[in-house]
Nanobody, 124 residues
Framework: QVQLVESGGGLVQAGGSLRLSCAAS????????KGWFRQAPGKEREFVAA????????IYADSVKGRFTISRDNAKNTVVLQMNSLKPEDTAVYYC?????????????????WGQGTQVTVSS
């Protein structure tokens, strides 16, 4: 059972940056594709970014493209979401997820493991 633990959330002013990290409990984590999702109060969970197991391909939601960067370090069993130029609408709980399957990485249903989430709050 892979366990994922997010860190790095917090409160930041609009225009600022945060760096989220997700650490996995097992070395087999490197064989999984990884994604970040977020959920704001009263809204459904939405896709943010994903990286394939090899790290060769990344996908971003249009709303974060050009501002967020996802990367992975298989040697450290971590995946990082660098968030720049943050906006109040980025406020949400951010979740790390891992997928074994080859399904679409923008769909939450294709992920097998989830972290507990970390709160990101962007003030205006």
């Amino acid at each position: 059972q892979v366990q994922l633990v997010e860190s790095g959330g917090g409160l930041v002013q609009a225009g600022g940056s945060l760096r989220l990290s997700c650490a996995a409990s097992e070395r087999t984590f490197s064989a999984y594709s990884k994604g970040w999702f977020r959920q704001a109060p009263g809204k459904e969970r939405e896709f943010v970014a994903a990286v394939t197991w090899s790290g060769g391909n990344t996908i971003y939601a249009d709303s974060v493209k050009g501002r967020f960067t996802i990367s992975r370090d298989n040697a450290k069993n971590t995946v990082v979401l660098q968030m720049n130029s943050l906006k109040p609408e980025d406020t949400a709980v951010y979740y790390c997820a891992a997928a074994k399957s080859l399904g679409s990485l923008v769909r939450a249903i294709n992920y097998d493991y989830w972290g507990q989430g970390t709160q990101v709050t962007v003030s205006s």
